[in-house]
């Protein structure tokens, strides 16, 4: 049987090593087609070639940038709008485009608190996605964007509140507060370690953000054994799309079930 393919959708370079990189790799290893669309930064930067380099680890194709700038860095596109202040209508159907070129069958995305840090570039590229899945498949929905094409699953990347325990002190450290949800949320649980040095590598192949002591510059200072513990293991809520294959046809990542998350305006806050 196919091994169904997957789009992940993120908002900044290095968050889709971070987030599913693991799941990335293990997909490209089974043979199916993956990619990454990544919202903000402009082609012509340091951080898009080390994006660049990370899906060439986890064999997720060239990127695909939208092209925005960081809602905190307004400097990282020059003369294109933080991703938070995009017409809403303009950036899901760029979303849509991409969608309806590569044709998933699965999506990943952020899920609707923003990760771990709440940041809201990753809450407005939740937003975004979860519309532009929906909006896909839909023929009178953005004509000019290619054919319909409807994915059958969205999973977005959580962490349940079992997390704290095991992130709560390195990101204590960082000056981070965490967002995690109920562990009862979380239904797919993935286990990335035959794929987790293909994921480390492709975090610490965002060699800015490993310099600025951001995320990957934490996970360069882990131990190897800190790094199993805290990256050997992805978390996903599963979100149904219509139309929809029977529940039992639909591609899992692992015994998913049915979960909707609300969804939190965007806010300024420090540089991500």
């Known amino acids: 049987m196919p091994v169904p393919s997957l789009l992940a959708v993120f908002a900044h370079p290095d968050d889709e090593s971070l987030s599913a ?10 043979g199916a087609r993956t990619a990454v669309v990544t919202a903000t930064r402009s082609a012509d930067t340091a951080r898009a070639g080390e994006l660049a380099e990370a899906l060439r680890l986890l064999a997720a194709g060239p990127p695909r940038m939208l092209g925005y700038a960081d809602s905190r860095v307004p400097h990282s596109a020059p003369g294109r709008p933080r991703w938070c202040d995009a017409p809403l209508d303009e950036a899901v159907g760029e979303l849509v485009a991409h969608l309806r070129d590569f044709r998933p069958e699965i999506v990943v995305t952020h899920d609707a608190y923003g990760g771990l840090t709440g940041h809201e570039d990753h809450v407005h590229t939740h937003r975004v996605t979860v519309l532009a899945a929906h909006a896909a498949g839909l023929e009178r929905l953005y004509p000019e964007a290619g054919q319909p094409w409807q994915p059958k699953a969205l999973y977005v990347s959580t962490h349940p509140h079992q997390a704290v325990r095991t992130w709560g002190a390195h990101l ?65 809520t599963r979100h149904d799309l219509p139309p929809q294959a029977p529940p039992d046809r639909s591609p899992p990542l692992n015994r998913p079930q049915r979960h909707t998350e609300a969804v939190t305006p965007c806010r300024r806050g420090a540089p991500h």
């Open 21 to 30: 990189g693991g799941v990335l790799a293990r997909q490209a290893s089974a």
């Open 172 to 236: 204590a450290l960082a000056g981070k507060a965490l967002r995690t949800v109920p562990d009862e949320h979380v239904t797919a649980t993935v286990d990335v370690t035959p794929w987790l040095d293909r994921k480390i590598a492709a975090i610490l192949a965002h060699r800015t953000e490993v310099t600025r002591g951001a995320a990957p510059g934490l996970v360069a200072a882990l131990t190897a054994p800190e790094r199993h513990h805290l990256l050997g293991t992805e978390y996903y």
